[in-house]
């Protein structure tokens, strides 16, 4: 299955209410296989084709207001337009899945893969201060997978989850395995589940209402700090990593999603020629591993950021390594993948010799 | 001792000639006197809870003076972003279509940053309702040029009157929805008289029947005055719309039964 087609069947199986979307390459494959699947007729699920970005991420916001499982797809010019929405949700805690699949920028750049939204996904690409849930997948089975994960998350913490692929991980073809089919909730036990939910003023309860609206500051302060009590207790449970070959590392790339596929070969090309190098794979980028990569800091001589960006993670990395060892970035921009020997030059030039 | 007696005799049961409906809350309102929100938003709850719809109504609050209706109207309700409420609406309907939803939305909200999202979930045919309040400016932001300012209107945006070499023609942009098929109920009303209230509760009545029949969107405009906005009094500002906002936005029916009405 192609990266975009596993996110697509995951969308049905976790039991997803609604998908709501708009074309846009790399990442069309997502509405085109939901549609192709008639899923309407497999659990009920909506999908629809919007007018614009704008109208699917408020979409989202509507479905996901009344307690529905609600998920959209997009690409990096898409996800812009659908920031206004997203930092609407935020604020007014609603769970939803967003799915972009990376492509060069800025402006309509290209369509080819990249990771220069490291940024907008893990700093807050709205207005306000809030913070997305980020998910790095860098496998097809992983686009699989975070969908359900996604979800949980998402409605565990009443927060937008943001699942960060790129155009090479959608476009990807690899085996997956698959879940059983996870029922879409009744009307009833999205009720007791969810008893802010909009689902019509039962009698014996008060009216609810979905709103990220407070014009009192005093109130509008509160709510702003259980938001980021909320942020804490992410970072403090959810965040997810992969650690290859750091045992015995002189050297650390710290890399996520297809950059870190790339750095899989670089460190077999590395090791050949004896640079004992690891690899510290970032899978949630918001929270990052910050204290991870600061244990690895104090091992190793120096760290390389490997990203599909002008240097947009590295600075996390800067943050957690407080100075403890040398970090440097390297990167390729425009929709170019860097090749493995780039990779290992690239160490050894700027970490080894530098 | 006189008076207390009539006062008694006043809040009699029996002698009740007219109750709020508890579909409104206690909450003061934070509309400027005279403006016509606030009769509107009652109409729309007294319908609901003469048809029975409180349990099963969730209400879509715009941006713009009625961005606190959330406050007055005592259903399920959410707040959109600017222009954004017939998207949630598409969803909250297509998600739980035995419901019954509705949008409020004013002029800027709905023709200018809203324009798409009105036109596409029209053009859908999305089973629900939008309250379409017309008052010719931005009230909440102070009195600005909105889409449907008439010709050669003053706003603090266009302080010299509307030029519309310059600065664009007003939006009947109910006329326009009027035009697409998904549309089945389109019509144009006011509150300034207690007998155009009524014909009002009629129209949004009318709208949420039809919604039950799932026989696509019915649309309803109020045209209101803004008195603050258009810096006259209540009286004045009333006067004022008969005579310069209904020749350019006639009041009466514009599409029944998915059939557009002729003549208007």
């Known amino acids: 299955m192609k990266g975009n087609e596993a996110f697509g069947e995951a969308a049905i199986r976790a039991g997803t209410d609604g998908y709501f979307g708009y074309p846009i390459t ?13 899923p309407h007729e497999r659990t009920g699920m909506v999908v629809l084709q919007a007018e614009s970005e704008v109208a699917s991420i ?19 010019p898409g996800i812009s337009l659908m920031q206004e929405g997203i930092s609407y949700m935020a604020g007014a805690e609603l769970p939803c899945v967003i799915l972009n699949v990376v492509r060069g920028g800025p402006g309509l750049g290209t369509i080819q893969p990249s990771q220069s939204d490291y940024f ?31 979800f949980e998350m998402a409605f565990k913490y009443r927060t937008p989850v943001l699942v960060l692929s790129d155009g090479a991980i959608g476009q990807m073809m690899e085996k997956v395995e698959i879940d059983a089919q996870v029922p879409r909730l009744t009307e009833e036990e999205i009720r007791e589940n969810y008893p802010w939910a909009t689902t019509g003023r039962y009698k014996g309860r008060e009216r ?22 909320k942020y804490r207790e992410i970072e403090k449970n959810e965040i997810r990593f992969e650690k290859i070959g750091c045992d015995d590392a002189d050297y650390l790339f710290v890399a996520y999603g297809t950059s870190a596929r790339i750095c899989q070969k670089s460190m077999q090309l590395a090791r050949e020629k004896g640079i004992k190098v690891g690899i510290l794979r970032p899978i949630t980028l918001f929270p990052f591993p910050y204290a991870e990569v600061e244990k690895m800091a104090e091992k190793v001589k120096g760290i390389l950021s490997v990203e599909m960006s002008a240097g947009q993670m590295v600075e996390d990395i800067l943050l957690a390594v407080k100075g403890k060892t040398k970090v440097e970035h390297y990167g390729r921009m425009g ?3 860097p090749a493995p020997g780039e990779v290992v030059d690239a160490l050894e030039q700027k970490i080894i010799k530098g | 001792m006189a008076e207390t007696t009539i006062k008694s005799q006043i809040i009699n049961p029996e002698n009740l000639v007219y109750k709020k409906t508890d579909l409104m809350t206690d909450k003061v309102l934070s509309y400027c006197p005279g403006c016509g929100h606030g009769t509107t938003h009652r109409i729309i709850m007294e319908v609901i809870e003469e048809m029975g719809l409180m349990e099963d109504t969730i209400g879509i609050a715009p941006v713009g003076c009625s961005v606190l209706a959330y406050e007055f109207m005592n259903v399920d309700m959410q707040q959109a972003a600017h222009g954004r409420a017939p998207a949630l609406a598409t969803a909250v309907k297509r998600l739980m279509p035995h419901k019954t939803v509705f949008t409020y939305q004013g ?9 798409a999202e009105t036109i596409h979930a029209a053009n859908r045919g999305e089973n629900i309702t939008i309250v379409f309040i017309n008052n010719g ?11 449907t300012t008439l010709p050669g209107m003053k706003s603090s945006t266009s302080p010299y009157g509307r030029d519309l070499g310059m600065m664009g023609h007003p939006l009947k942009i109910t006329e326009l929805v009027a035009q697409l098929p998904g549309t ?43 008195n603050s906005g258009w810096k006259m009094t209540p009286v004045q500002a009333n006067h004022w719309m008969v005579e310069n906002m209904f020749p350019y936005y006639p009041l009466g029916d514009i599409k029944v039964d998915g059939e557009i009405v002729p003549n208007n």
Do not use: W
């Open chain 1, 208 to 229: 609810n209402i979905i709103t990220s609206l407070d014009l009192d500051p005093a109130r509008q302060e509160r709510h702003n700090e259980a938001l980021q009590r």
């Open chain 1, 335 to 337: 929709g170019i993948i």
């Open chain 2, 184 to 226: 089945h109920y389109v019509t144009r009303q006011a509150v300034h008289t207690p007998s155009n209230v009524r014909k009002t509760k009629k129209a949004i009545r009318k709208a949420f029947e039809l919604q039950k029949q799932n026989v696509g969107m019915s649309f309803v405009e109020v045209v209101s005055n803004c």
């Open chain 1, 58 to 76: 408020n979409m989202l916001y509507g479905g996901a207001g009344c307690g529905k499982k609600v998920m959209t797809s997009s690409s990096s």
């Open chain 2, 107 to 115: 002029d800027g909200d709905l023709a200018a940053i809203g324009t």
């Open chain 1, 26 to 38: 790399p990442q069309s494959e997502v509405m085109e296989y939901l549609m192709a699947e008639k």
């Open chain 2, 137 to 147: 400016i931005y009230g909440m932001t102070g009195g600005q040029m909105a889409p």
């Open chain 1, 120 to 150: 907008q996904s893990t700093k807050g690409g709205g207005h306000g201060d809030y913070r997305l849930i980020t998910l790095a997948p860098s496998s097809v089975q992983e686009m699989y997978d975070f969908v359900g994960l996604g």
